[in-house]
């Protein structure tokens, strides 16, 4: 769960209240929760072991079900956990247990000490070449494994579900959005109509509204991605969607004019392919995956000297001293922010939308536009706060 989402309630304090029948469950699967890493939209990330492997850290992601619309916990949860039980992959990060306890569900998966590529770039000022593409070949392994052999698309690809474990090994995170987007019996991509992601990560047709493809769409978020580790910045002006839109279809002439002197030319068109307006020229996953010059510049033949390299001198995004100077609310920016009457209104109509949903006056597809423009509020408003260092 990315530290960027909102804050839900009944999780916040650093430690958690556990009932005691769920209590002795984890006890039964030698759980033992700790301290609290992030908040997320519906729930909280928390540290935790197992108590007979006292040296094995896991983490702990609790989704309060309360604190979710009827709309999400019907239609994006399952997918969630679908991805979830089915993504074993060296590059995605592993879930070990599922337990669904008192309107929560705890899901016990890999610990990511070194915290997150974004984090490590705004850290940083920026990333190495080297670096980029090794981190970057990762995470695209693991992506080019949900395409190809789960037929699944992810549809919230950005540095903040890039995480790093404690050998510096990147992976992918994340699943809320996740949904299978293959048809097997008529061979046809299932185009998707839920506008869903993270603002800055957008493709045209996101920004368009219109029906798109959610593979070349995670195809051009991994080449946003790509993009703020060798370049320090986002490659559109996202605060601005009519302005982000003129400029991603001003193509190639504007994506080429964001490209500092240090970039290789190689990049620059590997780039370029993987932001082509275009979805039907867009690059897949697997043709990024067998990119040469990719291959080349992150070299897998010292592969291991050069993580224990790494090992040594990159920073532990999430030092425990820091975490509290790290952690940002977006909710609360939203609530103690954004005091627009424009964003109170946005607010004010996801939440009687929500009281309608739930009292079953309304359907969640009669109130979707909704969702979305709460969702885009939460974008403009938060989003700028949190990457006020990469623009």
């Not at 030092?319 to 005091?339: F, G, K």
């Amino acid at each position: 769960m990315s530290k960027r989402q909102g804050k839900s309630g009944g999780t916040s304090a650093s430690t958690i209240d556990i009932d005691p029948k769920t209590a002795a469950v984890f006890k039964r699967k030698n759980y033992h929760i700790l301290n609290r890493l992030g908040a997320g939209a519906f729930g909280t990330v928390y540290k935790a072991e197992r108590i007979n492997q006292p040296s094995e850290l896991t983490a702990v992601k609790v989704l309060e079900l309360t604190q979710m619309s009827a709309n999400y916990r019907a239609k994006f949860l399952p997918r969630e956990l679908q991805a979830l039980i089915e993504t074993k992959h060296e590059n995605i990060v592993d879930v070990f247990d599922i337990i669904r306890a008192n309107q929560r569900i705890y899901i016990f998966m890999e610990f990511m000490g070194g915290g997150d590529i974004a984090g490590y770039v705004r850290k940083n000022n920026g990333i190495s070449m080297k670096l980029a593409c090794i981190w970057f070949l990762q995470i695209t392994n693991g992506l080019q494994h949900l395409h190809e052999q789960l037929l699944m698309c992810h549809r919230d690809i950005k540095l903040d579900n890039m995480l790093l474990n404690d050998q510096n090994i990147a992976k992918l995170s994340d699943f809320g959005f996740a949904r299978q987007s293959f048809d097997s019996n008529t061979n046809r991509v299932l185009m998707s109509t839920t506008f869903c992601g993270t603002l800055p990560y957008y493709c045209p047709q996101l920004l368009q509204k219109v029906p798109y493809d959610p593979f070349k769409a995670d195809v051009w978020a991994m080449g946003v991605s790509f993009f703020i580790m060798l370049e320090n910045r986002f490659p559109f002006h996202f605060k601005d969607k009519p302005l982000m839109l003129q400029e991603m279809t001003d193509y190639p002439k504007f994506i080429r004019s964001r490209f500092s002197g240090n970039t290789p030319n190689e990049a620059r068109r590997l780039l370029e392919m993987m932001m082509n307006p275009n979805e039907k020229e867009r690059l897949s996953v697997g043709d990024v995956q067998h990119n040469r010059w990719l291959h080349r510049t992150g070299s897998t033949q010292s592969f291991r000297y050069q993580i224990s390299k790494m090992d040594k001198v990159i920073p532990k995004v999430h030092a425990e001293e820091e975490e509290e100077e790290e952690l940002v609310d977006p909710m609360t920016v939203l609530r103690e922010q954004c005091t627009t009457e424009h964003c109170q209104s946005l607010k004010d109509k996801y939440e009687a939308c929500n009281d309608r949903v739930n009292s079953r006056s309304a359907t969640t597809e009669s109130c979707f536009e909704e969702i979305v423009d709460f969702l885009h509020c939460v974008d403009h408003c938060v989003a700028p706060k949190l990457f006020s260092k990469l623009v």
